[in-house]
């Protein structure tokens, strides 16, 4: 009774602890007790989309870490990130991207990124140029 009793408590302080974004408290929690948090894994894959579009991936990785689910992420999703990576001179989160996907970006689109890229940049001349 009071196993379970403490068992719940912990699940409820974890709770806590996604909802203010404290991941390093869950892992302390989990390596502690022994007890690894609950959370419906719908909610987590939320939480994963929302880390994913802020290029948060160790957050995401340290998240699946704890929780033990893998995050899904569609193929469009993916590849529109690692342009958004492209576009923004962030070549270094390509990488992270990889680790955390497992997918590669084609030589293809990342040429077709870097074109569209440097379309953005011109500045129209009004005819005049």
Request: proline residues 3%; charged residues 40%.
């Amino acid at each position: 009774m009071k196993t379970k009793n403490l068992e719940k408590r912990i699940q409820k302080k974890c709770v806590d602890y996604m909802a203010t974004g404290q991941l390093d408290k869950l892992e302390i929690v989990r390596d502690v007790t022994g007890i690894k948090p609950k959370f419906p894994k719908d909610y987590i894959q939320k939480k994963y989309k929302s880390y994913f579009r802020l290029g948060c991936f160790s957050i995401i990785k340290e998240l699946q870490d704890v929780t033990g689910i893998k995050p899904k992420f569609s193929r469009k999703i993916i590849q529109e990130k690692y342009e958004e990576l492209i576009e923004r001179g962030l070549e270094d989160g390509l990488d992270k991207l990889y680790e955390l996907t497992g997918k590669r970006i084609s030589l293809n689109d990342i040429s077709r990124c870097k074109r569209n890229h440097h379309r953005k940049k011109r500045i129209p001349t009004g005819g005049w140029g």
